[in-house]
């Protein structure tokens, strides 16, 4: 895989293979483009006792998942006030759509990173085809509160060209249970079952 600079970042974005919208021209690095935080997240609710069956995430989707363990919320213009050790799914304003032949990692940018918050924990790679708003897994890992706004630059996409094409990009292919999603999205890993 290469990574895109910024000439080839445009040429993918005027030929309309990828598509940013809404597409800020401004935002495009060297070898990056950056997006923004949308204004809705979804705020994990930590209750009582975790040994009580009742607040356990079960991967299986047992009954335990019928229970709400986030609460929907979005940020006026006063923001969000991200607690130490808190932890919350946000998405980003923009909707990205990938051809099959680019993939991407999605990274925080290191201005946020300076001050401890980690806007993409994990599965921070984005496949061949995805089209959607992308899911950030946010957690403040300082020892501060930390004030998000909506429409901050807060990640990174940094995006690579294939060898090749993908013959069954994601969105194409069986189990693609997080294609064209809209705002913060829910782990879904009942489905893989």
Do not use: W
């Amino acid at each position: 895989m290469t990574i895109l600079a910024d000439s080839a970042i445009k040429q993918y974005l005027r030929e309309g293979r990828l598509r940013i919208d809404p597409l800020n021209p401004e935002h495009i690095g060297p070898a990056s483009l950056d997006l923004r935080l949308s204004s809705e997240l979804e705020i994990m609710t930590c209750t009582g006792d975790t040994e009580d069956p009742a607040n356990v995430l079960d991967t299986r989707g047992g009954s335990s998942q019928s229970c709400a363990y986030t609460e929907r919320r979005s940020m006026g213009p006063a923001g969000f006030l991200l607690r130490p050790g808190a932890f919350v799914l946000g998405s980003t304003m923009e909707t990205v759509c990938f051809p099959r032949d680019l993939c991407a990692n999605v990274t925080g940018r290191s201005s946020v990173g300076r001050l401890g918050v980690a806007i993409h924990v994990t599965a921070g790679f984005i496949d061949p085809g995805f089209a959607g708003q992308i899911t950030l897994e946010i957690v403040n890992l300082g020892c501060r509160a930390v004030k998000l706004y909506a429409g901050s630059r807060v990640c990174q996409l940094v995006l690579s060209k294939l060898y090749g094409f993908c013959e069954e990009p994601y969105g194409e292919r069986v189990g693609s249970k997080y294609q064209n999603q809209q705002g913060p999205t829910l782990s879904r890993i009942a489905d893989d079952m």
